[in-house]
T-cell receptor, first 113, second 113 residues
Framework: NAGVTQTPKFQVLKTGQSMTLQCAQD?????MYWYRQDPGMGLRLIYY???????DKGEVPNGYNVSRLNKREFSLRLESAAPSQTSVYFC????????????FGDGTRLSIL | QKEVEQDPGPLSVPEGAIVSLNCTYS??????FMWYRQYSRKGPELLMY????GNKEDGRFTAQVDKSSKYISLFIRDSQPSDSATYLC?????????????FGQGTRLTINP
């Protein structure tokens, strides 16, 4: 079972470059999420998609855009990367409703110089 | 001030010890409380899920929620070296659609053989 797959696993960018992080899930889940994890900060929600065709801002959306391409795929785009966006990015998915756990990918480690 | 506070540790204990991990929170609307375990270079995985106040036990793990004190705990009995990981508490107030989680900073735990 693949679960949640994130690509790439590692990336180094220069300030001002753009990049799209890809996420795909094979569990037929309705909801998908993007988080960033920084030392001492835990995971913080960037954007989420409750269902195909909808997206909403989370706690730290500035500097990011998302696309829910279809039910399986949810991408995160950095239009003009900044050093403050150096982080580990996690994608997650879950079924809708209460008592539904979120399943996480293994992350994309992004460094911006 | 963060909505969810968690002692980042690190915490180091001998094999077989009882481990207590704790989080406090400030948002009274939180109803769903989770503990995630994260191994190095991996995504978080759900360990325990509790709704409202009370205790929940699963093998060597016990989760406690005290909503009156805004305090949750995870106890690990007979700790094993394989329990060495970062433990993250997470909480949600959402009952419909996507579950917007708020995470603590995570506690890094090492169990020494």
């Amino acid at each position: 079972n693949a679960g949640v797959t994130q690509t790439p696993k590692f990336q180094v960018l220069k300030t001002g470059q753009s990049m799209t992080l890809q996420c795909a899930q094979d569990m037929n889940h309705n909801s998908m999420y993007w988080y960033r994890q920084d030392p001492g900060m835990g995971l913080r929600l960037i954007y989420y998609s409750a269902s195909e065709g909808t997206t909403d801002k989370g706690e730290v959306p500035n500097g990011y855009n998302v696309s829910r391409l279809n039910k399986r795929e949810f991408s995160l785009r950095l239009e003009s990367a900044a050093p403050s966006q150096t982080s580990v990015y996690f994608c997650a998915s879950s079924e809708s409703g209460i008592n539904q756990p979120q399943h996480f990918g293994d992350g994309t480690r992004l460094s911006i110089l | 001030q963060k909505e969810v506070e968690q002692d980042p540790g690190p915490l180091s204990v001998p094999e077989g010890a009882i481990v207590s991990l704790n989080c406090t929170y400030s948002n009274s609307a939180f109803q769903y409380f989770m503990w995630y375990r994260q191994y190095s270079r991996k995504g978080p995985e759900l360990l325990m899920y509790t709704y409202s106040s009370g205790n929940k036990e699963d093998g060597r793990f016990t989760a406690q929620v005290d909503k009156s004190s805004k305090y949750i705990s995870l106890f690990i009995r007979d700790s094993q070296p394989s329990d060495s990981a970062t433990y993250l508490c997470a909480m949600s107030a959402t009952t419909q659609g996507a579950q917007k989680l708020v995470f603590g900073q995570g506690t890094r735990l090492t169990i020494n053989p």
